[in-house]
């Protein structure tokens, strides 16, 4: 992937890292991010170990997806294996963040399955915890991928966070924060008393009313680019 293509995704990237620091998904480090090039045969992914608020274009590592093969001067995320697997599974996704937020994890530490519980998240559906497998290891992607199926959109590791997917950066991040919103959401309806999951007809008539809805939005199909995370003054926060 070459030129101006490949410096807008890298800035996108960039931008999601800034983001999950910004939301406190993140402490800097934990957690990865990665998208699929436009020629569609390889991704754009974070290195292993360097802080989110140092990243630069040059920074990031281009995988092919059908190799593996890495090209770049840093060493891929660890869980690059888990990435990989989820674009050859998925050729719908062009996006995946991976990340150990608080109450996602909490969750997933219970290893229970986050129901839909509010109208607008019907998209993202059920978050069920994935078998467990140990960090970057082959087994992980493959739990992984069990649980995220044909159509899935989120999928807690058991022990450990939470893979998102989406079809551009701009989904992914919205699901990211959601999970993790949803995540607060249930263990407090928990304590107060048990959670009342949607029914599956309503899930389904939300799902398609809010296609609908953000269709167009810079959530949308259509406007994938991330607007820019500035303070007031103009400077990154
Ligand atoms: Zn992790």
Known sequence: MEGEARVKLSQQIIEVGWRLVKSELTDGTSGNISARCG???SVLMTPTGQDYRTLTERDLV???IESGRATGRWKPTSEWRLHVAIYQARPDINAVIHHHSTWASAVAVARKT??????EAADIGPIPTATYAPSASPELAEVVLRELGSCGNA??????GVVVVGRHLAEAMRRALEVERLAKIYIGAEILGG???????DVSRN????????AGTPDG???TDLPPLVDQAGARG
Do not use: K
Request: proline content about 6%; aromatic content about 8%; charged content about 25%.
């Open 195 to 201: 959670a009342h999951p949607l029914e599956d007809a």
């Open 39 to 41: 020629d569609g045969t």
């Open 62 to 64: 281009q995988v092919e």
């Open 207 to 214: 799902r398609a009313f809010f296609e609908t809805y953000r």
């Open 221 to 223: 199909e259509v406007a």
């Open 155 to 160: 999928v807690l590791l058991a022990n450990h």
């Open 114 to 119: 986050i129901p839909v519980l509010l109208d």
